[in-house]
């Protein structure tokens, strides 16, 4: 139970939904996302997630404990 909890947690602060994304967060998710993120409240946009740039302090996404949860535990899931 503890260990999905801190995965859940992981997750929340990893991953970052399109439609709750704007430019003004470009700094934490790059510049991509930034415009995916401004382009899903103007146009119809496919829903999306973007990984936060907050991974990079954690080394890389697969080699590092958090990575390796969000790959084996979230992402499998994040489909809505």
Same mark, same amino acid.
Do not use: Q
């Given at each position: 139970k503890?260990?999905?909890r801190?995965?859940?947690?992981?997750?929340?602060?990893?991953?970052?939904?399109?439609?709750n994304?704007k430019? /003004?967060?470009?700094?934490s998710?790059?510049?991509?996302?930034?415009?995916?993120g401004? #382009?899903?409240?103007? @146009?119809?946009? $496919?829903?999306?997630?973007?990984?936060?740039t /907050?991974?990079?302090?954690?080394?890389s996404?697969?080699s590092?404990?958090?990575?390796r #949860?969000?790959?084996? @535990?979230v992402? $499998?899931?994040?489909?809505?």
């Open positions: 503890y260990a999905y801190l995965v859940l947690n992981m997750a929340l602060y990893f991953i970052k939904w399109l439609e994304v430019k /003004k967060d470009i700094s998710i790059g510049g991509k996302a930034a415009n995916l401004e #382009m899903f409240s103007r @146009f119809p946009v $496919p829903d999306g997630f973007c990984i936060s /907050k991974i990079r302090l954690t080394k996404l697969r590092s404990f958090a990575g #949860m969000i790959y084996k @535990f992402l $499998p899931h994040l489909k809505r």
